[in-house]
Each structure stands twice: as structure tokens, then as C-alpha cells.
């Protein structure tokens, strides 16, 4: 897979990651999960070149970064690593609506337990992973710069942010990532932080790069999505919503089938040509789906495509309820 470096001052890695918090957190909850075979796929993503690796401490909660640290003994230098802190499950029963707590003393004591569940000294990129309403995020990336320090975090990111906030965190520390939902029915973040971004030379990391797997082609109707699966909580997956946001997987899927691509590709590929430093990080626990996605990195969609993809409609729905 060809590459790309993480922003200006960041490693390279390959244009197309893997997002793993699927592997343990969110998805089809009711399932047993197969950790041996998110194994698998975790090795066969570096074999593939996808080496940018995604989780965060609330997803399980804990269990995925466990996941990850049996996934890269071994592997470790073969990976560049990412997680998040900042956002914490209240109660003894995981909530589906974890809440920000982007504290200092929050982000000192989670940066070491990371490291552990993640079998590692550092990671590569340590994200704030939302921005905590009641600390200034002034004080929340300063704790994530004492990481740095340390060398427990080569690089800091933030997740879900405007240009302000980029802005005020740059004051404190140099910013290498921002990573916030983009794809083809959430586009949002292409009018401002996009290009502010790129300005500055920070990658920007789209998380659910394939609409939570609706522009696929999965999905027809509500009732085919899993029960206990996050997605029956959102707003563009309720049946009237979806209905009309068919739509907008028939268009990707009339591309894919005229340019000899799988729906998914023509997704990634559209979110791939926003940007020199656009790293999307799709996650897919099963192999099919692992090589479809990296397999974008080789589609190459013409100025047409891109226009009748940039036409389409803004999606039923809201992100979330």
C-alpha cells in the first residue's frame, strides 16, 4: 500500500488504517467476540500496509487496548499506534453515552494504564478524545505534553474539534492529528477544519469513512441491524430516515459497478481524495472486508466521479440523537 506521513512532523503510514474499537465496543453488542480472529486481522492489516492502528481506552471499556497489546507482541514496531483518553463510563455498567473528563489528573493516571493494557512503552499518537466543557482544553493538552516529555506519547491529536480549539491547543503544543467523523453523508468538517488542517500540515483522521457501514450497500432496513448494536440509537438509521437515504449507498453502488470497485472503495476513495494527509481508518473485523478496504488505496476516481459523489444529498438524519 502506497503511504503517506501522519501530518508535517508525523511517521509514515499507509493512506488507508484500521479502526478497532468494532473489535470489542458498539457493533452487534450481543455477539461473543472473537478475539483470536481480531487477532488475525489485526496481523493481516500490517501485512496489507494498513499500519495505523486506532483504539481508545473507553472502547470495551478497556478491553480493546488489551486487544491491541495481544495483537502486537511481536508486532510492535511494525505499527503506528493510536489512542484516546477523555471520555470515561460512569457506574459499574458500561453506558452507552460515556461522558468527557479531560482533567489533568484524568489524563496522567489513564496515560500509564494505556500503556499497560496496550503492552507498550508508548504510542505513537495519543488523542484527547473529546474536548471536556468544564476544563480548558488548554489545561487537558498540557497533561497530554507532559506525556510527550515523558516519552510515553511520540505526538498528540484531538478528536471532534473546531478551528478555535486546534487553535488553543496548538498554543500549548504542536497538534499532529485531528480525527472526526467523515464520509460521504457527513461532510461537516470539509468547510473549515479540513482546510485549517492542511493549512497548518496536521493529518486529518475520519473515523466511520464508510457512514457506520451504510454506504456498503449492508443495510436496506432497520430491522436488519443487529440488536443491541449502537446503531438502532441513531437518527439516520431509523426506518424512515434510512428509506431515504438509500439514495446515497444507490449512487455509490452505481459508481463502484461502472468503475469495477466495491461500494466500499468508491467511499474511501472519495474520502482519500479530500486531502494529501486524509487518513481514513474504516474498522471491519473480518478479512473480506479488510482487503476491500485496502484496496481503495488503489481507486482512483475521475473529476466526474468526484463531482456526482460531491452532489449527493445531505443525509436524513442528524449524526446523533
Known amino acids: 500500500m502506497r503511504t503517506t506521513a501522519l501530518g508535517s512532523k508525523g511517521p509514515e503510514v499507509g493512506v488507508v488504517g484500521l479502526g ?26 500490517l501485512d496489507l500496509g494498513m499500519t495505523f492502528l486506532d ?36 457506574g459499574s455498567d458500561a453506558s452507552p453515552r460515556p461522558m468527557p473528563n479531560g482533567s489533568p489528573d484524568h489524563i496522567r493516571r489513564s496515560v500509564d494504564e494505556s500503556l499497560r493494557r496496550l503492552d507498550t512503552d508508548h504510542v505513537d499518537l495519543y488523542y484527547l478524545h473529546r474536548v471536556d466543557p468544564e476544563v480548558p482544553i488548554e489545561e487537558s493538552v498540557g497533561a497530554l505534553a507532559e506525556a510527550v516529555s515523558a516519552g510515553k506519547a511520540r505526538h498528540i491529536g484531538l478528536s471532534e474539534v473546531t478551528v478555535e480549539q486546534i487553535e488553543r491547543a496548538q498554543s500549548v503544543h504542536p497538534i499532529t492529528a485531528v480525527q472526526s467523523e467523515l464520509s460521504l453523508w457527513t461532510r461537516d468538517w470539509t468547510r473549515e477544519v479540513l482546510p485549517h488542517c492542511q493549512e497548518q500540515g496536521i493529518a486529518f483522521v475520519p473515523y466511520s469513512p464508510l457512514g457506520k457501514g451504510f454506504l456498503t450497500g449492508r443495510f436496506t432496513s432497520f430491522d436488519e441491524l443487529p440488536q443491541d448494536d449502537f446503531r438502532r440509537g441513531l437518527a439516520r438509521f431509523q426506518q424512515d430516515a434510512l428509506r431515504q437515504n438509500l439514495a446515497l449507498a444507490d449512487k455509490v453502488k452505481q459508481i463502484a459497478g461502472r468503475i ?8 474511501l476513495a472519495w474520502v482519500l481524495a479530500q486531502g494529501e494527509h486524509v487518513i481514513p481508518i474504516p474498522g ?8 476491500d478496504n485496502a484496496g481503495a488505496a488503489d481507486v482512483e476516481l475521475t473529476s466526474a466521479d468526484l463531482a456526482e459523489l460531491d452532489a449527493l444529498p445531505v443525509p436524513t438524519g442528524g449524526r446523533y440523537f
Open 20 to 45: 478497532c474499537m468494532g473489535m470489542s465496543y458498539g457493533y452487534d453488542m450481543s455477539t461473543q467476540r472473537d478475539e483470536d480472529a481480531s487477532v488475525a486481522v489485526i496481523h493481516q492489516a
Open 55 to 90: 483504539t481508545a481506552d473507553v472502547y470495551g471499556p478497556y478491553t480493546n487496548e488489551q486487544l491491541i497489546g495481544r495483537a502486537l507482541r511481536g508486532h510492535r514496531d511494525r505499527a503506528v499506534l493510536a489512542t484516546k483518553v477523555g471520555m470515561v463510563h460512569h
Open 260 to 267: 469495477g470497485a466495491t461500494p466500499a472503495q468508491v467511499a
Open 284 to 291: 471491519t473485523k473480518t478479512p473480506k472486508y479488510l482487503h
